[in-house]
């Protein structure tokens, strides 16, 4: 029985997952940005009233977590989101709290894990995840293994330039698959480009403009014909690169993903001729709105029932 932390820049989950990725009991709270020592005390209640709900005893802590974070001393880097958080180490705190092993990863790289284990990639030896909301992010898993770069760093999928005229980005380049295709750029665009007299240009969101491009309001299909573009060509990229067995699409705006599939194999179609393209498979994540939490519980195995069972 793993307690699960789920740590994102508006909220923190806590939850109680099995040995099998269902999740028993869970809680979440607004995270408290600039306090670390208040966001570690909520932390540590949740955990004790999540396992008392489920009634159970806490095997370890599993930590999935806004990046960046060192996966092997459990240490927030220079995380943007959370400015009281960085150089904090709650992987070591809640260790010395709870008296059990603790193992932390970047969120998108627990949800890849939870995805290979338990969930769309069951069985598949070459897993992509790639999470399209706010941002663009991503985990890779191979033969099982989360794919880690130097010094065990996380790959950033979303920072891959597709455009290098388009938007600058935060990280210093212009026209990163995240600039160009995550949800906020899906809102730009259309802003940009709607006709003076469009009437829903008021409380726009990538949401809304999915909804609106199901009513067939023709500007809103226009930007779901470009997002669809724009990420049939970042996939693409990852398919020449890795050629895997399966591609994960997961985050709020693949929620709409039906909008936007033919859209991406069209684009893969194109040019991806010398890979096996057609044995990529792409598939939507199938843990549900848990999945982070389930990611974070599924690091804790990952982590120690390896180094247990050598
Ligand atoms: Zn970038």
Excluded at 68 to 75: A, E, I, L, N
Excluded at 138 to 152: M, Q, T
Excluded at 268 to 280: D, M
Aim: net charge neutral; hydrophobic share 40%.
């Amino acid at each position: 029985m793993i307690g699960a932390v789920d740590i994102g820049g508006t909220k923190i989950a806590v939850g109680i997952v099995n040995d099998r990725g269902q999740v028993l009991s869970r809680k979440e709270t607004p995270t408290d940005a600039k306090s670390y020592a208040k966001g570690l005390a909520a932390i540590a209640s949740m955990l004790r009233e999540t396992a008392q709900v489920a009634r159970v005893e806490l095997t370890g802590i599993g930590i999935g977590s806004t990046g960046p974070v060192d996966p092997f001393s459990g240490k927030f880097g220079e995380v943007d989101f959370l400015p009281g958080w960085r150089g904090q180490n709650p992987g070591a705190d809640l260790a010395r709290m709870f008296n059990v092993r603790v193992a932390l990863e970047n969120d998108a790289d627990a949800a890849a894990l939870a995805e290979a284990a338990w969930g769309t990639g069951k069985n598949k030896s070459r897993l992509i995840y790639v999470t399209v909301g706010t941002g663009i992010g991503g985990g890779i898993v191979l033969d099982g293994r989360l794919y880690r770069g130097v010094d065990g760093a996380h790959p950033e999928l979303g920072h891959q330039v597709i455009d290098p005229t388009g938007p600058r980005c935060s990280c210093g380049y212009q026209g990163c698959w995240e600039s160009m295709a995550a949800g906020p750029a899906m809102v730009t665009w259309l802003d940009a480009n709607a006709p003076a007299e469009y009437p829903h240009r008021k409380h726009l969101t990538a949401r809304r403009i999915c909804e609106l491009a199901q009513q067939d309001d023709a500007p809103a299909r226009q930007a779901v014909k470009r997002e669809a573009y724009y990420l049939g060509l970042g996939l693409a990229n990852l398919i020449n690169l890795f050629t895997p067995d399966v591609i994960v699409l997961s985050g709020s705006v693949m929620k709409s993903a039906t909008l936007f599939l033919d859209g991406i194999r069209t684009v893969i179609c194109r040019g991806c001729r010398f890979v096996p393209f057609e044995k990529t498979e792409i598939a939507l994540a199938s843990l549900g709105e848990d999945s982070n939490l389930i990611g974070a519980a599924r690091v804790w195995h990952d982590r120690f029932r390896r180094r247990d069972a050598c």
